[in-house]
């Protein structure tokens, strides 16, 4: 099914939204998956933004409206962060999240997990390269791609391949450079088109967004213009991409926007309610609607939400 035509405008309307996570002093950085029937939600709870004591927070919800935990995932003298779920084609959930140990210049090193069934979790694994942090994985076919970038200087974001989830190769060593790249979303169009939505923070800090055919080693880059933190990249079924994304153009928001590969483009749609210390959605579509996990502070503690959106032409 093709996309809309170019221009054709994308009608977005939150209808509903649910606090879901909220023991923590500090809860955070949030992903979604549907396995199996049921929902996962997975963020990070803490005493801060930015603290010691962070552990990986698992619930479990059959119709995404009623959580529980499904488990709790710490690591002795790491602070646990930015969590990101995947469905393998063998069936298994996968967990990526890094650990971040050390004082005022901290080490970083990409963890994963294995789980059956979302509630059973094996011990972790250190994946990938230290100090480059696997932002998110995604499968194309029976391969899984993530991008990594590096916490140390010099910056660059880095492309990896991986025939099982866990032996991480560099496909791409240094896949963009310019202006601290760091966070990403990553998805494959049928006919093979990867798609990277790229944050950036540094001098010119606006968003990439990078395509490429297979095998992935060249890329064409359009910079979209705007300035975007915690980015998830989504395609929906008819061929639409849609980002979930911080904003920062005055006002901290997390918002679901529209995103034309042709034209280069990202346009919001919907903000969804937040402020302040905000974003990090988790983004799946399912029986014509799109749910959305993510965190805000908009009601004093830094809580996270999960919100319905519906999507019209």
Not at 12 to 30: E, L
Request: glycine share 10%; charged share 25%; proline share 6%.
């Amino acid at each position: 099914m093709n996309p809309p035509s170019i221009g054709q405008p994308m009608a977005a309307t939150v209808t509903a939204v649910r606090r879901i996570g909220d023991s923590a002093p500090h809860n955070a950085f949030t992903d979604l998956a549907r396995h199996r029937d049921r929902w996962f939600c997975v963020f990070r709870e803490g005493s801060s933004h930015v603290s010691g004591d962070g552990t990986i927070r698992v619930l479990v919800s059959p119709d995404g409206r009623h959580w529980a935990a499904a488990a709790l995932l710490t690591r002795d003298g790491a602070d646990l962060r930015d969590p990101r779920l995947v469905a393998r084609p063998d069936g298994r959930l996968q967990l990526y999240a890094a650990a971040a140990t050390g004082g005022a210049t901290k080490t970083f090193q990409t963890l994963t997990w294995l789980s059956p069934d979302g509630h059973r979790w094996g011990d972790p694994t250190p994946v990938g390269e230290r100090d480059v942090w696997l932002w998110r994985g995604a499968w194309y076919g029976d391969v899984m791609w993530g991008v990594g970038y590096a916490t140390r200087d010099p910056r660059f974001a880095r492309l990896y391949r991986s025939d099982d989830g866990l032996d991480l190769q560099p496909v791409v060593r240094t896949l963009f450079a310019d202006g601290y790249p760091n966070e990403s979303g990553l998805i494959f169009e049928p006919d093979g088109t990867a798609r990277c939505l790229l944050r950036r923070d540094r001098d010119t800090a606006t968003a990439q967004l990078g395509s490429s055919r297979p095998p992935y080693r060249d890329w064409h880059w359009t910079d979209l213009g705007v300035q975007v933190g915690g980015p998830a990249l989504l395609r929906l079924p008819d061929g639409r991409l849609i980002a979930g994304v911080r904003l920062l153009d005055g006002r901290a928001r997390t918002a679901i926007c529209a995103v034309d590969a042709e034209r280069g483009e990202l346009t919001e749609l919907v903000t969804l309610p937040s402020g302040g210390d905000t974003s990090y959605p988790g983004l799946v579509w399912h029986d014509e609607l799109l749910r959305v996990s993510y965190y805000s502070s908009h009601e004093g503690r830094t809580c996270v939400y999960l919100a319905d959106v519906t999507l019209g032409r």
